[in-house]
């Protein structure tokens, strides 16, 4: 069993950064697709950014795509989710999400891993607000 901790959510003015991780993760060992979701005030929860460690591919929403980069961080055994340029639109509470894999291709453009209960491991989330 997975125990997905989410770390490095906070206040941030617009136009700012912030990094986001989940750990932990056995890469050495296991193949997994993560995800961050994020989910706003009376909004429906969001696949925002994926990657899969079987082939390194990632998936980022048009919502965020040049803004925010998903990246796996070996040394701390973690996905971190890279995010710049923050728009008070971007405040939400956000969430890990992370699956074992066999070593297969492409596997955030799997239909089941673009929904939030399509993975086994799920975080409690931590909170990003973009305000000034």
């Known amino acids: 069993q997975v125990q997905l901790v989410e770390s490095g959510g906070d206040l941030v003015q617009p136009g700012g950064s912030l990094t986001l991780s989940c750990a932990p993760f056995?890469?050495?060992?296991?193949?997994?697709?993560i995800s961050w979701f994020r989910q706003a005030p009376g909004k429906e929860r969001e696949r925002v950014s994926c990657?899969?460690?079987?082939?390194?591919?990632?998936y980022h929403a048009d919502s965020v795509r040049g803004r925010f980069t998903i990246s796996r961080d070996n040394a701390k055994n973690s996905v971190d989710l890279q995010m710049n340029r923050l728009k008070p639109e971007d405040t939400a509470v956000y969430y890990c999400?992370?699956?074992?894999?066999?070593?297969?291709?492409?596997?955030?453009?799997?239909?089941?891993?673009?929904?939030?209960?399509?993975?086994?491991?799920r975080g409690q989330g931590t909170q990003v607000t973009v305000s000034s």
């Open positions: 990657i899969s460690s079987s082939d390194g591919t990632t």
């Open positions: 056995e890469f050495t060992s296991n193949y997994y697709v």
């Open positions: 999400a992370a699956d074992r894999i066999d070593d297969v291709q492409a596997a955030c453009t799997y239909p089941i891993f673009e929904r939030w209960n399509g993975y086994d491991y």
